[in-house]
């Protein structure tokens, strides 16, 4: 039982746990805003968003405004966004597929969307911040397409889909290192390799816009398709019977998935085990329902991805450590725990 069941379920627990999250959310933001090689107190930090937003006109020391507002505020809230699209892909392909493992970079399409972005970075197809994302977003879509070849081929147990995502996440791996091991030079071949572990380094402004854009219209899609996910998960011939139209719910939601996937990748490399816990964190917390679930999924997915950012950069003095090795220190153990839980019983 969850703990939304122990409370009635209803829209009252759901607003005070999205109203408690938005709080941890905005004290986590200012708190990565805040930290870096050159701290800023908190009330500064509150001063120079509040001057860049046009509310107050204190002074303040223009380089701490110019490190909050331009570099520090920015890449905090592109790690917010980016863990909430990432639960929320989590989210839906668990549901699709139903499969509790089901998750972007388990499926093979962080993997595909890290190798359309570097063909473009790499080898040059196409220029600019559009061509890094179409790059990325066919990438990602080469990699479902991969994954349902695979699936559909295999008739050995119910986690084919997932072994699948494995093949296809090996496979692409595979050619995103051939590409820059022989395309590029040594610098080139280490700056790639660093972003496709993770980093929120190089954000700025433009891609909070875009990811703001993608988010929200990814999770007004899921949200108007919520009763729809709700029958995925007593199997397609189910949803059928119940009047869902599969097939054309199914790409549309595919859809949505590899559009978060790709803008995200694109931006800020292949980030795991995001869409893994999360949405388990949240199923337990407001229940199963895809009405609750997908808007807890992203406030919590926001948090989630701002505490590690947080990490990433206090865990080694003076250095930055990939983003996607701190998930993958959280994830790869929840990993195993729910590959333990899923056992066969005997």
């Not at 790499?122 to 990699?143: C, N, T, Y």
């Not at 949505?256 to 990748?265: C, F, K, Q, R, W």
């Given at each position: 039982?969850?703990?939304?069941?122990?409370?009635?379920?209803?829209?009252?627990?759901?607003?005070?746990f999205?109203?408690?999250?938005?709080?941890?959310?905005?004290?986590?933001?200012?708190?990565?805003?805040?930290?870096?090689?050159?701290?800023?107190?908190?009330?500064?930090v509150f001063?120079?968003?509040?001057n860049?937003?046009?509310?107050?006109?204190?002074?303040?020391p223009?380089?701490e405004?110019?490190?909050?507002w331009?570099?520090r505020?920015?890449?905090?809230?592109v790690a917010?966004l980016?863990?909430a699209?990432?639960?929320?892909?989590?989210?839906?392909?668990q549901?699709?597929l139903?499969n509790?493992?089901a998750?972007?970079?388990?499926l093979?399409?962080?993997?595909?969307?890290?190798?359309?972005a570097?063909?473009v970075?790499?080898?040059?197809?196409g220029?600019?911040g559009?061509?890094?994302?179409m790059g990325?977003f066919?990438?990602?879509?080469a990699?479902?397409a991969?994954?349902?070849l695979?699936?559909n081929?295999?008739?050995?147990?119910p986690?084919?889909t997932?072994?699948?995502g494995?093949?296809?996440?090996?496979?692409?791996n595979?050619?995103?290192?051939y590409?820059?091991t022989?395309?590029?030079?040594?610098?080139?071949?280490r700056?790639v390799?660093?972003?496709?572990?993770g980093?929120?380094?190089?954000?700025?402004?433009?891609?909070?816009?875009l990811?703001v854009?993608v988010?929200?219209?990814?999770l007004?899609?899921?949200?108007?398709?919520?009763?729809?996910?709700?029958?995925?998960?007593?199997?397609?011939e189910?949803?059928?019977a119940?009047?869902?139209?599969?097939?054309?719910v199914?790409?549309?939601l595919f859809?949505?998935?590899?559009?978060?996937?790709a803008?995200i990748?694109s931006?800020?490399?292949?980030?795991?085990?995001?869409?893994?816990?999360?949405?388990?964190?949240?199923r337990?917390?407001?229940?199963?329902m895809?009405?609750?679930?997908?808007p807890a999924?992203?406030?919590?997915?926001?948090v989630?991805?701002?505490?590690?950012?947080?990490v990433?950069?206090?865990i080694v003095?003076?250095?930055?450590?990939?983003?996607g090795?701190?998930?993958?220190?959280?994830?790869?153990?929840?990993?195993?725990?729910i590959?333990?839980?899923?056992?066969?019983?005997?």
């Amino acid at each position: 039982m969850t703990r939304a069941d122990d409370a009635g379920g209803g829209a009252g627990w759901l607003a005070l746990f999205l109203t408690l999250a938005l709080v941890v959310l905005a004290f986590a933001v200012a708190l990565a805003t805040a930290i870096g090689d050159y701290r800023i107190g908190l009330g500064t930090v509150f001063l120079a968003v509040t001057n860049g937003l046009g509310l107050t006109g204190a002074e303040i020391p223009p380089i701490e405004a110019s490190i909050v507002w331009d570099l520090r505020l920015s890449r905090a809230l592109v790690a917010a966004l980016a863990g909430a699209g990432l639960a929320l892909c989590g989210a839906i392909l668990q549901a699709l597929l139903r499969n509790a493992l089901a998750e972007p970079f388990v499926l093979g399409v962080s993997a595909g969307a890290s190798t359309g972005a570097v063909c473009v970075i790499v080898l040059g197809i196409g220029a600019g911040g559009l061509s890094l994302s179409m790059g990325a977003f066919a990438g990602a879509f080469a990699a479902f397409a991969l994954v349902a070849l695979l699936s559909n081929g295999a008739t050995s147990g119910p986690n084919h889909t997932i072994l699948a995502g494995v093949a296809a996440s090996q496979l692409f791996n595979a050619l995103t290192s051939y590409i820059v091991t022989t395309s590029g030079n040594a610098q080139q071949a280490r700056d790639v390799m660093f972003w496709l572990l993770g980093s929120f380094g190089g954000v700025r402004w433009p891609d909070v816009y875009l990811l703001v854009l993608v988010v929200a219209l990814s999770l007004a899609i899921c949200l108007w398709m919520a009763r729809s996910l709700d029958a995925f998960t007593f199997g397609d011939e189910d949803a059928a019977a119940l009047g869902v139209p599969v097939a054309r719910v199914r790409l549309i939601l595919f859809g949505v998935t590899a559009l978060l996937t790709a803008s995200i990748v694109s931006m800020v490399g292949a980030i795991g085990f995001v869409g893994l816990v999360v949405p388990h964190a949240a199923r337990y917390v407001v229940g199963p329902m895809h009405m609750r679930l997908l808007p807890a999924c992203t406030a919590v997915g926001a948090v989630f991805m701002v505490l590690a950012d947080i990490v990433s950069r206090v865990i080694v003095s003076q250095q930055t450590v990939p983003i996607g090795v701190v998930t993958a220190l959280v994830g790869v153990p929840f990993f195993a725990i729910i590959l333990y839980r899923s056992r066969p019983r005997t």
